[in-house]
């Protein structure tokens, strides 16, 4: 089977995005790849399809553990075999998926680092009877000490593939590294004159927006109003730099009667797993979270996300603000800016890399002024008048737009923010103090290009919620996330193209044979009803 039948059958594509069938031919013809793409780019494409169309079996070296069990559903849901070895297994559940795994059914397993070097992983990966033919790296910045996530066990994984009598091909996949950083993966994953694909950093359905109002709280809540006006239940994150502003936030959100979780490093371990599967999941619509929320989380429907405080550089900025619009869809990035992050920062940075056994204090004092130096260049992107999608993309070495017409900026939506209306407490309007509604919800909205759905006629949206209805439902009986069966933009291409037979619905992006086989007749009888 060819890579673009494995794409429309399993993945319900008909064509593969900037890069992609470059990196799969690559690994098909043996060569080790390093991939550079951003968030929503679809780097998982990349070594899933070389996967399927492998003798052998993939080895998928991944930080965490929300992300396995994510991609791990996405495929079986698709029909591949696909399975993950982590700390969540209890003891049999570990020594019942080796098993399964040393008799070659599943094409893709995802191992958390940690575990290459566990007496049990080595005897089954070294087995003479398993052939393990592709290792591949997700977040292979983790690699590098000049990454933004530095993650010490990354440093077994070059150890681990020379383990092999036969070496399997090597690929590291990451959505943010700068030269520095690319040069550490190449030499620390020892790739072996790697296929370099960067296929840059802009990401065209993305929205950016810098804030600064007088009243954070006020301009979230506004701006959460406007977002579920114009589109109900839509799925979004708000980012607070520290565990009490999410605390804070989150409280003031739920007196307000908004749907709203929270997820920090403080939170009992099964709080935090039962909060992220109420907003995986769509039972809750809002995450108020610290970074510590988001590597890996392979929701695609999250419409818009919130910075509450200016993070500490623009990797950061980049990688959680590009957990928006992961399927392609138009969605938004706002930074709500304030004076005293800055020193927030500073003081977050001075005691980062304390704990970190594993640098010297002359690394650490390195580390410290690197970051500091990052922090100037975020500070200076919530202060430029020119148009924020180029200031990104010149950070990352690219050459942007001189207007790219959809950012706050080049929408000339910054300055009525910075000086909001004043209105009396007392006034009948629906005002938050010191706030006038209407301007601030002017400002959010205006010359913003829009989401599938929010795009939708009135007729098509009724069928959306219909289908949106129905894809509820089969996820609580199939115990999946929603997105897992279809995108919000598969479904409001249902919506609009309204397909009436097997051939019509495989056309529709995103639907796939198996998943037809699995879903299609009643997510055609929904729409067959829409006739009637």
Not at 308 to 330: F, I, L, T, V
Not at 350 to 363: C, G, I, K, R, Y
Request: glycine share 6%; net charge neutral; aromatic share 10%.
């Amino acid at each position: 089977m060819s890579a673009k039948s494995v794409l429309k059958q399993i993945f319900g594509y008909d064509s593969f995005r900037n890069g992609q069938e470059q990196l799969v031919n690559a690994v098909n013809e043996g060569k080790d790849v390093l991939a550079v793409m951003p968030t929503g780019a679809g780097k998982s494409i990349c070594f899933q399809v070389p996967a399927l169309m492998s003798d052998g079996i993939t080895l998928v070296i991944s930080p965490l553990i929300s992300l396995m069990r994510d991609q791990v559903s996405a495929l079986n849901a698709a029909g591949v075999h696909a399975a993950y070895f982590n700390s969540s297994l209890t003891p049999g559940q570990y020594t019942k998926a080796l098993g399964i795994a040393k008799t070659g059914l599943y094409k893709l397993i995802y191992v958390a680092p940690e575990r290459l070097d566990t007496e049990r992983f080595l005897d089954f990966a070294l087995d003479p009877g398993v052939k393990i033919s592709f290792v591949a790296v997700d977040e292979a910045h983790c690699v590098s000490q000049w990454g933004q996530d530095f993650r010490p066990s990354y440093l077994k994984i070059a150890d681990f593939v020379r383990k092999f009598k036969k070496r399997p091909v090597v690929g590291a996949y990451t959505a943010t590294a700068t030269a520095a950083v690319k040069e550490d993966i190449v030499k620390l994953l020892e790739l072996d004159s790697p296929v370099s694909v960067t296929t840059g950093f802009d990401r065209d359905n993305l929205y950016f927006a810098v804030k600064k109002p007088r009243d954070k709280y006020a301009a979230l809540k506004f701006y959460l109003q406007d977002k579920e006006e114009a589109m109900p239940g839509a799925s979004g994150i708000v980012y607070c730099l520290t565990r009490k502003n999410v605390n804070q936030v989150a409280d003031r959100l739920e007196q307000d009667g908004f749907s709203v979780t929270r997820y920090h490093a403080g939170l009992d371990e099964k709080v935090r797993h039962a909060n992220q599967e109420d907003f995986i999941s769509g039972n809750k619509q809002i995450m108020v979270a610290t970074n510590a929320f988001g590597m890996g989380i392979d929701k695609s429907d999250v419409r818009y996300v919130v910075h509450y405080n200016m993070p500490k550089d623009m990797e950061s900025y980049y990688q959680e603000a590009g957990r928006a619009g992961r399927d392609g869809d138009m969605a938004e990035c706002i930074l709500l800016y304030g004076k005293n992050d800055v020193g927030l920062n500073n003081f977050l940075i001075e005691h980062s890399s304390d704990d970190n056994e594993d640098l010297t204090d002359e690394e650490k004092n390195v580390i410290r002024e690197r970051d500091k130096e990052r922090l100037k260049k975020m500070t200076f992107y919530c202060h430029t008048k020119y148009c924020l999608r180029s200031y990104i993309l010149n950070y990352f070495g690219e050459k942007g737009p001189k207007n790219c017409g959809n950012c706050s900026v080049c929408l000339n939506e910054a300055e009525t923010v910075e000086e909001p209306l004043y209105v009396p407490e007392n006034v009948d309007e629906p005002y938050e103090r010191g706030y006038g509604s209407r301007n601030i919800r002017k400002t959010y909205v205006s010359g913003r290009r829009k989401s599938a759905a929010e795009s939708l006629e009135e007729g098509d949206k009724r069928i959306f919620e219909n289908l949106r209805a129905l894809r509820t439902q089969i996820a609580k009986e199939s115990r999946l996330h929603p997105y897992i069966i279809f995108s919000d933009r598969t479904l409001a291409y249902m919506a609009v193209e309204r397909p009436r037979t097997k051939e019509e619905m495989l056309k529709i992006s995103g639907v796939g044979q198996y998943k037809y086989e699995k879903y299609g007749d009643r997510f055609l009888k929904v729409l067959n009803e829409a006739y009637y």
